[in-house]
């Protein structure tokens, strides 16, 4: 794949993050591009907004026909550029299709509302009638742990709306998206109204900025949605945030061992490699039943393959790139440091790291409390159900709702949100989730 061509771009080298091989080459725009891309979709927007919901549903499916005719190949490329399995990435593209598929649905229930006014004295006889209208161009700036699946999230719901939308890929993995914008124009969506523009921190900030988009769409990190929402917020945009956390989950004595511990290999280590905001990132296990979870969780880690993401028999491929592989090292030597003890893994080649499970992770270590993105497990001990609640809550991150019980006892109630960690610099704009 070639480079495209604007006088103020450069190019994006993309490489399998395993091999270093280099897989295809994109453009980078700069501020001129990104800001013809938005003047441009003003035009895709007015032609999308006088779609019809059935033409803009049957668009969205003809896009679902397309990519799943393509669906083994696109998940070959996603998994050589990503680095997730390629079992998991046709995962991924089926779960693409699927949104496509079911916003078409949703594209035809966009409904208004008819509201009596008989509450008003002297309104009896008066209705009042409201109407769903496209909100504008929006910007979806898609992360790199499973950018099929979230571009489509994002992408598949605009489009259905008749909105207009720009979508940003992540730098380090943009390919298959560039091919599946292909797939969109060959589906029939008018010109402009999808259009692709690849880039780093300078792409999402101008995206946030310009006044020609509505509505901004961002996964990333904590610090990436702080600073799209204030750029953002000088015109009013829309801004939607789904950024990082650091979920708990906690293993009670009265817990089926080889049950829980196969939820913590499947939740954190060998899907995506790690790399996922809503995986397993803390475990807490209560005494009675501590030592049978970590010798299944042991039993079961040793068991994954560790190697080439194009390989069938591979579990666990290299993470996105060898920074991040290691920041992921570095982290489990913080923990070391601060008290845990490393049970398994934690070798790092090039981008892969052997899954780890470190124990007597104390509650209170500061990196405990950090999200480690990779395929890293730490399990901490807990004595009283409550007490675990208390740590799993003493996280910065806001938390997942998750069901709690104890001998028959409900204990979600007693976890809840907190307002996410105060960060000092943006990072991450370009999709670092």
Known sequence: ???????????????????????????????????????????????????????????????????????????????????????????????????????????????????????????????????????????ALVPFNYPVELYAHKAAAALAAGNAVIV????????????????VERAGAPAHAHQLVAGGVQVSQALAQLPGIAAVSLTGSTAAGREIARLGSATLKKVFLELGGNDALIVCDDADAEEAARAVVLGRLARGNGQICCAVKRVYVQDGIHDAFVESLLGQTAKLSVGDQLLEETDVGPLIAEEAAERVEAAVGRLVGEGARLAAGGGRRGAFVDPVVLVDVPAASPTFAEEIFGPVAPVARFTDPLDAVRMANESPYGLHARAVRHRGIDLAWLIYVRPPPQESAPAGLDGSA
């Open 1 to 139: 794949m070639s480079a495209l061509t604007s006088p103020d771009a450069s190019v994006i080298t993309v490489r399998n993050p395993g091999t270093g091989e280099q897989l295809g080459e994109v453009e980078a725009a700069g501020a001129e591009r990104v800001a013809a891309v938005v003047e441009a979709a003003q035009e895709g927007q007015r032609a999308m907004a006088a779609m019809p919901a059935h033409e803009r549903a049957d668009l969205l499916r003809r896009v679902a026909d397309l990519v799943e005719a393509e669906r083994d190949d696109l998940a070959a490329l996603l998994a050589a550029e990503n680095g997730k399995p390629v079992q998991q990435t046709r995962g991924e593209v089926d779960a693409a299709i699927r949104i496509f598929r079911g916003y078409a649905g949703e594209a035809t229930r966009l409904f208004g509302r008819q509201i009596p006014l008989d509450a008003v004295p002297g309104l009896e006889r008066h209705l009042a009638v409201t109407m769903r209208e496209p909100l504008g161009v929006v910007a």
């Open 168 to 183: 940003q890929p992540p730098a380090r993995c943009p390919l298959a998206l560039v091919r599946v914008a292909e797939l």
